[in-house]
Nanobody, 115 residues
Framework: QVHLVESGGGLVQSGGSLRLSCAAS????????MGWYRQAPGKQREMVAE???????NYKDSVKGRFTISRDNGLDTVYLQMNRLNAEDTGVYYC?????????WGQGTQVTVSS
């Protein structure tokens, strides 16, 4: 079982930055592929960034060059650094952990970008 808690969301002006954190509790954090997903009002949840257990990364096209996902296995934490935010980045951001037999989600953190 893995419990995920996101933090770092908030209200920011267009062009600003935020750093999201996701703290995991449970066992074997290092074997999980971790990801950040977001859900805008009226839209489906979508992948924003992923990082494998071997630190390979993958990003949604619209955030490439602006967002950076990273992980600290010693702290059981994954981060999402978001720069040059725009209104289309608004949504609830969820942390995800993909294990060999199960998939876990955090409760989400709201990010609102004002134009």
């Amino acid at each position: 079982q893995v419990h995920l808690v996101e933090s770092g969301g908030g209200l920011v002006q267009s062009g600003g930055s935020l750093r999201l954190s996701c703290a995991a509790s449970g066992r074997h954090f290092g074997v999980f592929a971790m990801g950040w997903y977001r859900q805008a009002p009226g839209k489906q949840r979508e992948m924003v960034a992923e990082i494998s257990s071997g630190d390979s990364t993958n990003y949604k096209d619209s955030v490439k060059g602006r967002f950076t996902i990273s992980r600290d296995n010693g702290l059981d934490t994954v981060y999402l650094q978001m720069n040059r935010l725009n209104a289309e980045d608004t949504g609830v951001y969820y942390c995800n952990a993909k294990g060999p037999v199960a998939n876990y989600w955090g409760q989400g953190t709201q990010v609102t970008v004002s134009s």
